[in-house]
C-alpha cells in the first residue's frame, strides 16, 4: 500500500534547536509539498517541489525556515533556530503534479518547540 | 487574505440525519475542489472531488454541490455516521502558476452523536 512516510512522528525540542523532519513520498510521485497545520491558520502551504526542484516557497520564513529534496526519495524541512511559534503540526504530500489531482498526505510531525 | 474559507469551526449532528459543511471561495480562476477528512494524530486523506464544469458529484453517503456564481460549495453526508466524526478540509485548486498546488480552508470538525 502506497503512502508517505514521514519523520519523527513526534518531536519536543527547546528554543534555539535546530529540527530536521524527513519525508519519503510516494515513489512515482514527482511533487511534494510541505504543508503545516495551526489552530489559527488551518493548513498552510509552505513550499513545493517539482521533480526536486522549488517551485514555491513563499509560505515559509526564510530566515529560518530551509527545504530540499536531496533525492527523488526524500524531502526534507529543517528550521534553525526553532520558536515556540513553529510549534504544529507539520505535513508532507505528495502527487503526480497533474491540475486538480488530489495529493497524498503523510502522518505529520507533531513539533513541540518549548 | 483567504481564498478558501470554512466558517463554521465546528458542526454537531445526530447519527442517521445529514451532515452539510459549507465552503466558500473568492478566487473565480479555481477550476477543481476537492474534500479531505482528517482524523486526530492521522495526515488528511481525500473524499471526494468537482470540477467546475460539474454542479453535483456523488459519491455513496457523500454528494459536493458547487455553485459557480455564488463561489460556494458544500458537501452533504446522508446518513451521518459516528465513524464521520472527523476534521474536513476544502481544498481548490487555480489551472493558473498552481503546477497542482492545492489552497485550503481552516477546516470544520464534524462531531456524530449516536
Known amino acids: 500500500d502506497a503512502r508517505v512516510t514521514q519523520t519523527p512522528r513526534h518531536k519536543v525540542t527547546e528554543m534555539g534547536q535546530e529540527v530536521t523532519m524527513r519525508c519519503q513520498p510516494i515513489?512515482?510521485?514527482?511533487?511534494v509539498f510541505w504543508y503545516r497545520q495551526t489552530m489559527m491558520q488551518g493548513l498552510e502551504l509552505l513550499a513545493y517541489?517539482?521533480?526536486?526542484?522549488?517551485?514555491?516557497d513563499s509560505g515559509m520564513p526564510k530566515d529560518r525556515f530551509s527545504a530540499e529534496m536531496p533525492d527523488a526519495t526524500l524531502a526534507t524541512l529543517k528550521i534553525q533556530p526553532s520558536e515556540p511559534r513553529d510549534s504544529a503540526v507539520y505535513f508532507c504530500?505528495?502527487?503526480?503534479?497533474?491540475?486538480?489531482?488530489?495529493?497524498?498526505f503523510g502522518s505529520g510531525t507533531q513539533l513541540s518547540v518549548l | 487574505d483567504q481564498q478558501v474559507k470554512q466558517n463554521s469551526p465546528s458542526l454537531s449532528v445526530q447519527e442517521g440525519r445529514i451532515s452539510i459543511l459549507n465552503c466558500d471561495y473568492t478566487?473565480?480562476?479555481?477550476?477543481?475542489f476537492l474534500w479531505y477528512k482528517k482524523y486526530p494524530a492521522e495526515g488528511p486523506t481525500f473524499l471526494i472531488s468537482?470540477?467546475?464544469?460539474?454542479d453535483k458529484n456523488e459519491d455513496g453517503r457523500f454528494t459536493v454541490f458547487l455553485n459557480k456564481s455564488a463561489k460556494h460549495l458544500s458537501l452533504h453526508i446522508v446518513p451521518s455516521q459516528p465513524g464521520d466524526s472527523a476534521v474536513y478540509f476544502c481544498?481548490?485548486?487555480?489551472?493558473?502558476?498552481?503546477?497542482?498546488?492545492?489552497?485550503f480552508g481552516k477546516g470544520t470538525k464534524l462531531s456524530v452523536k449516536p
Open positions: 504530500a505528495s502527487s503526480q503534479g497533474r491540475m486538480g489531482e488530489k495529493l497524498f
Open positions: 515513489l512515482g510521485h514527482n511533487t
Open positions: 517541489f517539482r521533480n526536486r526542484a522549488p517551485l514555491d
Open positions: 478566487n473565480s480562476m479555481f477550476d477543481y
Open positions: 468537482i470540477s467546475s464544469i460539474k
Open positions: 481544498a481548490a485548486s487555480s489551472p493558473f502558476g498552481s503546477q497542482g498546488n492545492l489552497i
